[in-house]
């Protein structure tokens, strides 16, 4: 086993021995996206990524949704990361010839009588003028959603499907001869003059995009990282079926379909701050199942076919960190991307271009 491991780092090497611009650490969103754009300018760059370790870009629901939380407020500097990210993301379809983004109907389901008020108000201000439909009340439109006090309806939703994004890039690296399949150790980096050393591989500049595992990095182990577990279940419904779309109350239930054009739902997300445990949880599988049944009646047939759980590398203030290392200045991390790494990512990585060479800030 790992003298395999040894021989494909030593493959790379020879080939890689001249001394490459960028050397990304981690293939999640914030590492793919980066390694993309640099390879699309014509840097050249080789991207570690470990299997065995846990990604929450493998778990992510992938909504770009602009205006989420519990107050129904605008998300992060979305009026400008929303085209970008959508002409990111078709850019990648174009060139590899695949499908990863849709539009998405979004319909919020009110929870409490506040709510209406509240979307009333937002209706009114111009921020929100490009977002919303006109509220729909209590009965209107029925498609099985219990509906006690009206929903809205959210434009200019997209979902882009990450897990099938990241195998799609992945590929595309390993055909560039760029991607590593290891685990990567930062204990054993040298510094050599003006370039690092990792293994015989010569880098100017290594971006550490680890999601959580920036713990266990000497260099970046102190980012702000907080660990916000998430988990999310596949089911099917017996007699009912929900037009393709995201139906938002409590928390989100996603009718999509399979590659064989059958209906499939996806439940989630749990949402426990500070658990960094992979493995999925009965109480957040109990909790989802009685938010479904809030949602469609107490006497739905369903089936659960899978349970994944995944953890979002969040920061205290829900912004991302683009970060230079305070001592070694070839150094840096892309971190932070929370709950919305997929309208974040394609932002962070042009970013990090147009930084280059000037002064790094913290968001
Ligand atoms: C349940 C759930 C639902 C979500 N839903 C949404 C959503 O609807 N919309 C949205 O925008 N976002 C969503 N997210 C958030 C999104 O998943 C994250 O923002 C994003 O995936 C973070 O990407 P990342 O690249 O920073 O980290 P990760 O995806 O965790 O990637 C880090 C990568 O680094 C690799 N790595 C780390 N250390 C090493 C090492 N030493 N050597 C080699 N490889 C290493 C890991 O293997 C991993 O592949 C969700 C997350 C969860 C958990």
Redesign the pocket.
């Known amino acids: 086993m790992n003298i395999n491991i040894i021989l494909s780092i030593d493959s790379a090497t020879i080939k890689a021995s001249p001394i490459i611009d960028y050397l990304i650490?981690?293939?999640?969103?914030?590492?793919s996206s980066l390694a993309w754009r640099l390879g699309i300018n014509k840097y050249n760059y080789k991207i570690?990524?470990?299997r065995n370790?846990?990604?929450?870009?493998?778990?992510?629901?992938?909504?770009?949704n602009p205006v989420t939380g519990k107050w129904m407020t605008e998300s992060w500097k979305i009026d400008s990361l929303m085209p970008k990210a959508k002409a990111f993301y078709q850019d990648i379809e174009e060139r590899l010839g695949i499908n990863i983004v849709q539009d998405l109907p979004i319909r919020r389901y009110f929870i409490n009588q506040e709510d209406p008020i509240r979307a009333r108000r937002r209706i009114k201000n111009p921020r929100y003028a490009n977002y919303f439909d006109p509220i729909l009340e209590k009965g209107s439109n029925p498609n099985g959603i219990i509906d006690d006090f009206g929903s809205i309806p959210i434009r200019q939703g997209s979902w882009v499907n990450?897990p099938s994004l990241i195998q799609n890039l992945k590929s595309y690296f390993k055909s560039q001869d760029s991607l590593i399949d290891?685990?990567?150790?930062a204990n054993q980096l040298e510094q050599n003059g003006q370039h690092w050393n990792y293994r015989g591989i010569k880098t100017k500049n290594i971006v550490f995009?680890?999601?959580?595992?920036t713990r266990?990095n000497p260099f970046f182990k102190d980012l702000p990282i907080i660990p916000i577990k998430?988990?999310?279940l596949d089911i099917r419904l017996k007699d009912i079926q929900l037009p393709l779309g995201l139906y938002y109350k409590k928390r989100w239930l996603h009718s999509l379909k399979t590659k064989n054009q059958d209906f499939l739902y996806r439940i989630?997300?749990s949402y426990d701050v500070g658990n960094s445990d992979t493995i999925p949880c009965s109480s957040a599988r109990e909790e989802l199942v009685s938010v479904l049944k809030d949602m469609l009646g107490t006497n739905l047939l369903f089936e659960i076919e899978e349970h994944r759980s995944?953890?979002?590398?969040t920061t205290k203030d829900a912004k991302p960190l683009l970060i230079r290392h305070p001592t070694h200045s070839s150094l840096f991390a892309i971190?932070g991307?929370?709950?919305?790494?997929?309208?974040i990512?394609p932002y962070l990585s042009e970013l990090f271009m147009d930084l280059m060479g000037k002064e790094f800030p913290k968001f």
């Open positions: 650490i981690g293939a999640g969103l914030a590492g570690f990524d470990s370790l846990a990604s929450a870009s493998q778990v992510a629901a992938g909504f770009i990450v290891d685990t990567f150790d995009c680890q999601g959580i595992h266990e998430g988990d999310v989630g997300a995944g953890i979002r590398p971190n991307l929370g709950s919305k790494g997929s309208a990512a």
